[in-house]
């Protein structure tokens, strides 16, 4: 599981796809290159704030 949709995140998910990872991905606001990578099926976004609980 990824936290957060930024750029920086952006960067994170993009390796992690390339290594054939099942991404998960939680934020509040998601950047437009994740809806198009979960558009496609590449990964799941779970909307909402992290709980660590």
Known sequence: MLVGGSEVAK???R????AGTDLQVGALHFSPA?????????LTLIPGAFDDA
């Open 11 to 13: 960067r994170k998910a």
């Open 34 to 42: 994740f809806r198009q990578w979960a558009d496609g099926g590449e």
């Open 15 to 18: 390796l992690l796809l390339a």
